[in-house]
């Protein structure tokens, strides 16, 4: 059985921890590829209930493998208190793997992410403040530190020394903050690599050799298609790629083993930092969603912008990542509005547009066209097949996948891993 990819469709918090955390039984590996320590994925088992940031959501079904692979972007002190955190709650964590070529989020690049941020002012992006941006612009630029790194004292001092030359200027001339010292950098990362050396292995190898073996890989994704770097809507992204490709890069696993792209599409739509949204709504409506749907960040505990479904959206998602399955989530939230607007398409300085614009300024202003669709009342947080569902909700959802060009093969109707209607088995 080849891998399937687990992604999010829209601006994050789709529900991705859920999702994983479902098919986590029935996988032998869960991967995560990309990201690090910026997303906060939920999962709710009974009345328990986690917060990952960093392992992939598969740790909680004790038969699979969690892998961070060498996409990722790993702070060590956060993976470590992760761990132990779950520890102390009974989760066994001794099969994760880590990528030896998976970069590090060292303190100074924490740093650097918040100074940045307060530095654009009224201009900046809304990071997570967790270092994510400098340390892919570290990896990119040949100037970062890796975790196999960890375990050569020499190549470490010199990297950590060769990168503090160049963000202690800035630090110090730009920012005016005190300069960071090379030799406490390179001690607190080689106690932080003693502490997780027995996670670290060649996560490619292993993966591709289960492949070869029939067992069954999911590749868990972090933030979502339009926080993508090249996909999504730039600047006002995250600094890695969420939708499928990214997969590949992201763990050493080629292409041709992905049979299947599930994007994970929450029934609204919500965004966390700056940038364009077009449903976004400032209203009742708004707070609504945010209060019923219980939109907080998990990562920063900020307020999630909120606003209706966007079509045009969900397309763009099925057509960058070549979706083949949408999990549609958080459908139980929308009981109880009498009328459930859905951006159809975009009327764009006065003409009508179908599609999500390539154009950055375009995008900024679009106004969504809506049609109306009538709500329901009934409690569906119990349902269990789709026929179950009012037929309100029934339309609702068939005439989502009409506009969003894949089939919804299951529907979330609350947080709890039984709380899904699954339509077509995705193993
Ligand atoms: P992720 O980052 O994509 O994993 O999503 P988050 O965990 O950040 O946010 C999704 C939130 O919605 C979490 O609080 C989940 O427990 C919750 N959730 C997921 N699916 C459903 C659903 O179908 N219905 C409801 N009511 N809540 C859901
Ligand atoms: P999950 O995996 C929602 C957003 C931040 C900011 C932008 C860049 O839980 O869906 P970064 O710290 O990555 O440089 O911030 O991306 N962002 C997320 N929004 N869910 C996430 O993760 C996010 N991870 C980053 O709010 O706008
Ligand atoms: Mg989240």
Not at 140 to 154: A, K
Request: glycine share 12%.
């Amino acid at each position: 059985m080849p891998a399937l990819v687990l992604l999010g469709a829209q601006w994050g918090d789709e529900g991705k921890g859920k999702a994983t955390d479902l098919l986590g039984g029935s996988v032998d590996y869960v991967v995560r590829y990309q990201g690090g320590n910026n997303a906060g994925h939920t999962v709710v088992v009974g009345d328990q209930k986690y917060a990952l940031h960093l392992l992939p959501s598969g740790i909680l079904s004790p038969e699979c493998t969690p892998v961070i692979g060498n996409g990722v972007v790993i702070d060590p002190s956060v993976l470590l208190s992760e761990l132990s955190g779950l520890n102390e709650r009974g989760v066994d964590t001794s099969k994760l793997l880590i990528s030896g070529n998976a970069h590090i989020i060292t303190t100074y690049n924490v740093t650097v992410d918040k100074v940045t941020e307060r530095f654009l002012g009224k201009r900046k992006i809304g990071t997570t403040g967790r270092g994510i941006g400098p340390t892919y612009a570290d990896k990119i630029n040949r100037t970062g530190i890796r975790v196999q790194d960890l375990y050569d004292e020499s190549i470490l001092t010199q990297k950590v020394e060769a990168a503090l030359e160049i963000k202690n200027q800035l630090l110090t001339k730009l920012y005016n903050r005190r300069a960071i010292e090379a030799g406490q950098v390179v001690e607190e990362l080689l106690t932080h690599g003693e502490n997780i050396k027995q996670y670290v292995a060649d996560t490619t190898l292993i993966l591709n050799n289960a492949l070869d073996e029939d067992k069954v890989v999911l590749f868990e994704g972090g933030q979502g298609t339009l926080l993508d770097v090249d996909h999504g809507t730039y600047p006002f992204v995250t600094s890695s790629n969420p939708t499928a490709g990214g997969a590949c890069t992201g763990t050493g696993v080629g292409p041709t083993k992905i049979s299947r792209v599930i994007g994970i599409l929450k029934a609204y739509t919500t965004r966390v930092g700056a940038g364009p949204f077009p449903t976004e709504l400032f209203d009742e409506d708004g707070e609504a969603l945010r209060r019923i749907g219980g939109e907080r960040g998990v990562t920063t505990g900020r307020d999630r912008r909120c606003g209706w479904f966007d079509a045009p959206i969900a397309r763009y998602a099925t057509r960058v990542n070549g979706l083949t399955d949408f999990f549609l989530t958080k459908l139980d939230v929308l009981t109880g509005w009498e009328q459930i607007p859905v951006c159809v398409a975009y009327e764009i300085d006065g003409k009508r547009v179908e599609e999500l614009p390539y154009s950055q300024t375009d995008f900024h202003h679009a106004k969504p066209v809506y049609e109306n669709f009538p709500g329901w009342s009934e409690d569906i947080s119990k349902a269990k097949t789709f026929d179950e569902l009012p037929k309100n909700a029934k339309a609702y959802v068939k005439a989502l996948e009409e506009m969003s060009g894949a089939p919804i093969s299951a529907i979330g109707v609350g947080p709890g891993r039984t709380e899904t209607i699954e339509i077509n088995s995705f193993i």
